[in-house]
């Protein structure tokens, strides 16, 4: 297994402390970090920085059972990748080994899975780091993942137990949202039942997951430093269009400029916003077309189009045929998502 040396700081931390009410400056002040640090994504953390990050987050805060507020926000309309895999997944135990090939690219830890005739064990462990992970990532996870199943499934889940060498105090909040006291254990874990872990996501979605999961992947894993503000425009847009964010004010928001910093950056590249956007709609519109079956009005809904009448006006200013005379044609021909949209960037 590989172990990334640094893990990508994403945009998602800019509105999480703002929902908890902390300054960016002063959270990465305190871990000895840059102030301007979300002004420079993407960007990578060292596991030691990650955790110092993270004890910052909650020494600002104040508020040990923070991690709660953090899971309640978790809804179907996240777009983290994670959060995303997890909701596409069939079941709880599809979602964990999911996220169990996935966590160790942004966070410096990996999960060990355990299946039985008495349900799923999910265990948390710690990378590439001697110091000791605050509190609150335990307490973050063990929370995050309960909401998973009571979101995905519409069924209030419980636990059937949490441990951690160190469980979160005061005990109150986690019992009352868990709704089973954390005991003292000598590994970081949660388990669930056989039927709760089985019991089917109405969040599922095969498909969809299947077409985003490979760029996403990449992507986000690959993102490094070099990359040009038209690609990191992408990278936000490929992440924004199922939920229609896709003005330029969202995506300067994300990248942490000014509407004009990023349209005078885009030019300097010889580009525009417009055209990425474009770009970018009209390859994954091809792959969509060529390589799923996903009826055009899913499409449209995909690349953030109000109307499906939208989209088929749009494709046809792009290429000059119609999304269904595209199908055809593309069906037949060798495509590959992860080259169209580095051309689409360019």
Avoid at 8 to 36: I, Q, S
Avoid at 112 to 136: C, R
Avoid at 174 to 202: C, M, N, Q, W
């Amino acid at each position: 297994m590989h172990t990334p040396k640094t893990f990508p700081l994403e945009a998602g931390w800019r509105p999480m402390m703002k929902d908890l009410g902390v300054k960016p400056a002063d959270v990465f002040r305190r871990a000895g970090l840059p102030a301007d640090l979300l002004s420079h994504l993407p960007t990578g953390l060292t596991p030691e920085q990650w955790f110092r990050l993270w004890g910052s987050l909650e020494a600002e805060v104040d508020d040990p059972a923070f991690p709660i507020r953090l899971a309640e926000v978790v809804t179907a309309e996240s777009l983290s990748p994670p959060i995303f895999a997890a909701l596409c997944s069939p079941n709880l135990t599809i979602a964990a080994q999911r996220l169990s090939d996935y966590k160790r690219l942004i966070a410096p830890m990996k999960l060990d899975l355990k299946t039985s005739a008495q349900g799923l064990s999910i265990t948390f462990h710690w990378l590439q780091t001697e110091a000791l992970p605050p509190q609150s990532v335990f307490a973050l996870e063990f929370t995050f993942f309960t909401r998973l199943a009571r979101l995905a499934t519409r069924e209030h889940i419980v636990p059937l137990g949490v441990t951690s060498p160190r469980p979160p105090t005061p005990a109150a909040p986690y019992v009352e949202f868990l709704g089973v006291e954390p005991t003292k254990g000598r590994a970081h874990s949660i388990r669930f039942s056989r039927e709760d872990a089985e019991r089917p996501f109405l969040t599922a979605n095969e498909s969809m997951w299947n077409a985003f999961e490979p760029e996403l992947r990449r992507r986000l894993s690959e993102l490094e430093e070099s990359t040009t503000v038209a690609e990191r425009v992408g990278a936000v847009l490929l992440e924004s269009l199922p939920s229609g964010q896709t003005s330029i004010e969202t995506v300067a928001h994300k990248l942490a400029f000014s509407r004009r910093t990023l349209q005078r950056r885009l030019q300097a590249e010889g580009t525009n916003f417009g055209t990425v956007l474009a770009a970018t709609r009209e390859k994954l519109a091809r792959h969509y077309l060529g390589r799923t079956a996903f009826a055009s009005s899913e499409i449209a809904f995909l690349l953030g189009f109000e109307e499906p009448s939208s989209f088929f006006r749009a494709f046809h200013d792009w290429t000059g045929e119609t999304p269904d005379t595209a199908r055809r044609r593309l069906a037949a021909l060798p495509l590959n998502l992860n080259q169209v949209t580095d051309q689409g960037m360019r």
